[in-house]
């Protein structure tokens, strides 16, 4: 497959997942006369342009909402917040707040941000520069389509305007080139089937991180397997810049349920977890065996939907 890197050719790179905003402490007393809340946005992923310190603040939907929306409180916070980039996200800079959705919706969330933008402009505030990041596939593959509300002089902006391939040859579905297949903190923007794939498709690779490390491991030994360790692995490494508060629950099933899967057969009773880590007994090339052959055989399917509800026992086939 080609490769297509049109955001990292221009400079950009990712730096946080989940991460708080801040507002400029002069605004707490304005947000409150205006009936918002001090609380700091959180937006889905922060991209940072490196030579000149602006930012992409990545807010992603399944839909766009409309004016009435109770999801506007957070769209407000974020025009509010990035207007002033230095307070917002510590460096100096613009700040644009673009919201990531189906390139089929991105017309009717402009025209909500339009109004949003216009409103705190009239209550005094000062707004960030706007726009929406549609995404489409087609025959060529996955499609980006950046647009903003007001034109800028900048190469790094300008370059990436308008559609631009993002991965060629994608076929229709995109979902298996997921960096981070499962976000505990935007399930409900999925219906359950969905939900149900992208689950299993973490957990297929948590299970595939873990069978590496047992596979490379020198036996005898007891073995330690990192939750941490795992989930970077899955996610490509991008965990170690996911800083949601959901992530440590996720983490403690995802382990707790692997520690399940492996204390079967010849290694009942040589496995021990933590809500961090699990420890397992190998003996010998045979608990090794073992060992892969559990969780390569694991149920995904069942133990998404079981993960899922806050469970971590799994029915193993024997």
């Given at each position: 497959m080609s490769e297509s890197r049109p955001y990292f050719n221009a400079g950009y790179r990712l730096r946080s997942l989940g991460s708080k905003l801040a507002f400029a402490s002069h605004l707490r007393?304005?947000?409150?006369i205006h009936g918002l809340s001090h609380s700091p946005p959180e937006p889905d992923v922060l991209v940072q342009h490196l030579p000149s310190g602006d930012h992409l603040v990545l807010e992603c939907k399944?839909?766009?909402?409309?004016?009435?929306?109770?999801?506007?409180?957070?769209?407000?916070?974020?025009?509010?917040a990035c207007a002033d980039a230095d307070a917002a996200v510590g460096v100096a800079g613009e700040a644009y707040t673009v919201y990531v959705l189906s390139a089929e919706d991105c017309d009717r969330q402009?025209?909500?941000?339009?109004?949003?933008?216009?409103?705190?402009?009239?209550?005094?505030?000062?707004?960030?520069?706007?726009?929406?990041?549609?995404?489409s596939i087609d025959e060529k593959g996955l499609w980006a389509e950046l647009r903003l509300s007001e034109d800028s002089q900048k190469d790094h902006v300008t370059g990436v305007l308008g559609p631009v391939l993002i991965t060629p040859n994608s076929s229709g579905d995109a979902r298996p080139l997921y960096l981070i297949p499962f976000d505990p903190t935007t399930e409900e923007n999925q219906d359950p089937e969905e939900r149900s794939y992208c689950h299993r498709m973490l957990l297929e690779r948590?299970?595939?991180a873990g069978i590496q490390t047992i596979g490379t491991a020198d036996v005898p030994d007891l073995?330690?397997?990192?939750?941490?360790?795992?989930?970077?692995?899955?996610?490509?490494?991008?965990?170690?810049?996911?800083h949601a508060r959901e992530l440590a629950g996720l983490k403690m099933r995802l382990?707790?349920?692997?520690?399940?899967?492996l204390n079967k057969g010849v290694l009942k009773g040589s496995v021990t977890a933590s809500n961090t880590s699990l420890e397992v007994r190998l003996r010998d090339e045979d608990d090794r065996n073992a060992a892969i052959g559990l969780l390569g055989k694991a149920n995904t399917v069942q133990l998404a939907l079981q993960n899922m509800s806050g469970q971590t026992e799994l029915d193993v086939p024997s």
């Open positions: 007393e304005k947000l409150s399944a839909t766009s909402f409309g004016y009435e929306s109770s999801t506007t409180e957070q769209a407000r916070k974020l025009l509010i402009t025209e909500t941000l339009v109004q949003l933008a216009a409103e705190l402009h009239a209550s005094g505030f000062d707004s960030a520069t706007y726009g929406t990041l549609g995404l948590f299970y595939i073995l330690v397997l990192k939750s941490d360790d795992l989930f970077r692995k899955a996610t490509h490494g991008y965990s170690d810049k996911w382990i707790k349920g692997m520690a399940k899967v």
